[in-house]
């Protein structure tokens, strides 16, 4: 259960009216747990407090949420020798004749010469539109070599290198209709009719594929909830019921399920397994809960799982229901070829995640145990400071490699960051054998954590393509997690199984720069042939749009 569920919710105007009724000694039986709800609150947060220093981080956290891990920059020494200078040349107040001096007309500067550009104006060029539709405008009446219109000259016009464009943005509803009126002539003597018909390339279907892909992109890719969708289209004088969303949904998952049993199987094979859990709410399991026993499995959450494959490919996988990850992983892995090298499984150290006896490479999240140190530095600021400039050091290692095959970047890392984690195992040691801090306390819980996994979190200084973190799972996770706000909770596991499928095959879309809208209408249009081989129609391999924009280019 997440720690947030564990405070009651609850009532301050009905806590005012205990009150009083306290005083008066007349309490009833929803009273009573009201009473037993605030000391079960009260006892919570004093446990809470009790937890050593860092505890009280946590709890603020709970209140007011996380905040960035990101540290203060220091400043370089160039930077302080600078204002070292202008504190000996204006002084410390940097007031009176030393002010006036840099406010005169000839020692000010402008704004824009005194703050360099910096990159995120706002505007983005005319390429980065990839998935605008093209309109190619040519001239009716003029071509190369044709006399120039001007009546002064005469000269002949010629086509210049570079035309010139701009981007036209437009808007619309969600869904939008079209009501399509076919006039009917019937014969007066044998009495058939005859339907006008319908325009060129339109359809005698309700639902279009692009109003099912704009319906599955709004309710679980931006995670609209459904009552919202349905107050914006009614709004708009194009009501849809939510039942009717959600029907589209479901239209949406079956189509494209073969798809996702393929990218199961492609995951199996994958190098690198990624993946992370988050708690999750279906009402039908919740309702189930209420009749378990004590120790039986309660627990619903969304397991998310990112497969990279050895030529960059990379799959997102969400499964949503009792089991956690290390059972998805399992089940997903029985699907793995045989005589395939070992899988690299990134996960944090907890015991659920790592179910199975299939043979793999274990790791450990790296920035995950850097996060213990991170809610302790105000507390231990030299102890946790140093910890943390450490892992800076080895993150700068690890962005130096970007483009480094593995064998490379791993020869990278044993002479960079091997050292630095040789000495930083040390002063582990050495502080903990010392008794320079507490086994018990917050700090040496933290150094503990790294002592025991010190194997699995330096994985990628002994087994080429080892991964550094657990990152790429836990940014996929945001998006089950904004439904989740959004929308609260999925009604049945039916629900919960619709909305794993087409998030998979959306945010597999992203992580391969796939445009998620053109891939969405052309799998639905394909959708018998997506059946029968769903191999050519995985979110990586798409290249209908562009392929035909290219040879369009091309053409012309």
Not at 61 to 76: D, L, Q, T, V, Y
Not at 111 to 140: D, M
Not at 381 to 393: N, T
Request: net charge neutral; aromatic share 8%.
């Amino acid at each position: 259960m997440a720690e947030a569920e564990k405070i009651p919710k609850i009532d301050p105007a009905e806590v005012e009216i205990l009150i009083e009724r306290v005083k008066q000694n007349k309490l009833e039986e929803r009273e009573v747990e009201l009473i037993a709800g605030l000391l079960r609150t009260l006892l919570y947060l004093v446990a809470m407090l009790q937890d050593k220093k860092a505890t009280i981080l946590r709890l603020r956290e709970m209140i007011f949420g996380r905040r960035s891990e990101k540290r203060k920059k220091a400043p370089s020494e160039s930077e302080k020798d600078q204002d070292q200078a202008a504190t000996d040349e204006w002084g410390e107040t940097g007031q009176g004749e030393g002010r006036q001096r840099a406010g005169t007309e000839k020692n000010q500067q402008s704004e824009s010469e005194v703050r360099p550009n910096r990159r995120g104006h706002g505007r983005n060029p005319a390429s980065a539109y990839q998935g605008a539709k093209k309109v190619y405008c040519r001239h009716t009446e003029l071509g190369s070599g044709s006399p120039c219109p001007a009546t002064e000259c005469t000269g002949k016009v010629y086509q210049v290198s570079r035309p010139h464009g701009f981007i036209q943005f437009t808007g619309q509803p969600v869904i939008s209709a079209t009501h399509y009126v076919q006039e009917v002539l019937r014969c007066l003597l044998c009495g058939k009719e005859y339907e006008a018909p319908l325009p060129e390339g339109v359809k005698p279907q309700k639902y279009d594929e692009t109003a099912d892909a704009a319906i599955a992109i709004n309710r679980y890719l931006v995670a609209t909830p459904l009552y919202r969708m349905s107050g914006l289209q009614t709004m708009c004088q194009i009501p849809l019921s939510e039942s009717t969303i959600f029907e589209r949904c479901a239209v949406v998952a079956e189509a494209l399920l073969p798809i996702y049993k393929q990218m199961e199987r492609e995951a199996a094979n994958a190098k690198v397994l990624y993946g992370d859990d988050t708690w999750l709410r279906i009402l039908e399991l919740m309702k189930e809960n209420q009749a378990k026993g004590k120790g039986e499995r309660v627990g619903i959450q969304t397991t998310g799982i990112v497969a990279e494959r050895a030529d960059g490919v990379k799959i997102a996988l969400y499964l949503n229901g009792r089991r956690h990850l290390g059972e998805n992983a399992e089940k997903l892995l029985e699907q793995r070829s045989r005589g395939l090298a070992p899988i690299i499984r990134m996960n944090d150290a907890l015991a659920a995640n790592w179910s199975g006896e299939e043979e793999r490479i274990e790791c450990c999240c790296l920035t995950h145990a850097r996060r213990k140190f991170a809610e302790l530095e105000k507390f231990y600021p030299q102890a946790c400071g140093y910890v943390l400039d450490q892992i800076g050091e080895i993150y700068k290692n690890e962005a130096a490699t970007e483009g480094m095959e593995d064998e490379e970047r791993l020869a990278y890392h044993q002479e960079h960051s091997g050292p630095i984690l040789s000495e930083f195992r040390q002063w582990m040691d050495e502080e903990m054998k010392e008794k320079r801090v507490e086994p018990n306390s917050s700090l040496g819980k933290a150094i503990s954590y790294f002592q025991n996994n010190y194997e699995e979190l330096t994985s990628f200084l002994r087994v080429p393509g080892a991964p550094i973190d657990n990152n790429p799972a836990e940014q996929v996770l945001k998006a089950p997690v904004m439904i989740r706000k959004n929308s609260y909770f999925y009604r049945t596991s039916y629900g919960a199984c619709v909305g794993g499928i087409i998030l998979s095959v959306m945010i597999t879309c992203r992580l391969n720069q796939t445009n998620v809208w053109n891939y969405l209408v052309w799998a639905l249009r394909k959708s018998a042939e997506v059946r029968e081989n769903p191999g050519a129609f995985l979110p990586w391999n798409y290249r209908g749009e562009e392929s035909a924009l290219s040879e369009e280019r091309r053409a012309v």
